[in-house]
């Protein structure tokens, strides 16, 4: 059934905080090969980045096979980590709830695999609030081209004047922008200045913002 609106959300970092679990992984797999990775180079080359992207750039040296299967292995390593329920970002539950009685539609965009995105939401205890799930692996084209959100909108139903979106990376945030559609830019890992940097319409710390509630109601009138 057509929404006659649409929230978009990015997973990782916008719905949840996971980047430190998500450096630990990757530290303890790169710990094999005498590496490591910052807080700085994770923020700069691996937040919102695909993965066979983010394993090119860590293991160049190496084929893709054999990156695929190094990419699978952090996966499972930062699975291990999420045991029990979840912390969301403040609000995040409640604004779930809303768009439900609102009959405002949910579309997940995320470049995380499925296995962990649905093992992220069923930790919020939200799975059974998203319509779609959209998994940049299993689409044409990942973040940051716009097609992942114009392929939500599409599914939803919408169009960008009927959608907010929610970001907190570079390439998350550049993705649902060039498809036209009013981003938050999450802050985190980027602080105000480096989302609207990449695009991002306005910039919150959290889903109780004052800022999102003028929307939400604007996109609901």
Request: proline residues 5%; aromatic residues 6%.
């Amino acid at each position: 059934m057509k929404a006659k609106a649409g929230l978009l959300f990015d997973l990782d970092g916008t719905l949840l905080d996971t980047d430190p679990l998500h450096i630990a992984a990757f530290n303890e797999l790169l710990a094999e090969f005498g590496k490591s990775v910052t807080a700085e180079y994770y923020n700069e080359k691996i937040m919102g980045a695909p993965m066979d992207q983010i394993t090119l750039d860590l293991f160049p040296e190496l084929s893709a096979q054999e990156r695929h299967a190094l990419g699978e292995r952090k996966e499972a390593l930062f699975r291990d980590q999420l045991s029990g329920p979840l912390e969301g970002r403040p609000g995040v539950s409640e604004l779930f709830d809303w768009a439900r009685a609102q009959g405002v539609g949910i579309c997940v965009v995320t470049n995380a695999p499925r296995e962990s995105a649905v093992m992220m939401l069923l930790g919020l205890n939200l799975l059974n609030h998203v319509d779609h799930l959209l998994i940049g692996a299993e689409l044409d084209k990942s973040k940051p081209d716009p097609y992942p959100y114009q392929e939500a909108m599409r599914r939803l139903g919408i169009t960008p004047q009927q959608a907010l979106a929610f970001e907190d990376s570079g390439p998350g945030v550049q993705s649902a922008a060039a498809a036209g559609v009013f981003t938050f830019g999450m802050q985190g890992a980027l602080d105000a200045d480096g989302l609207r940097k990449h695009g991002a319409s306005a910039t919150i710390p959290d889903f109780t913002h004052a800022h999102l509630t003028e929307k939400l109601n604007h996109l609901v009138a």
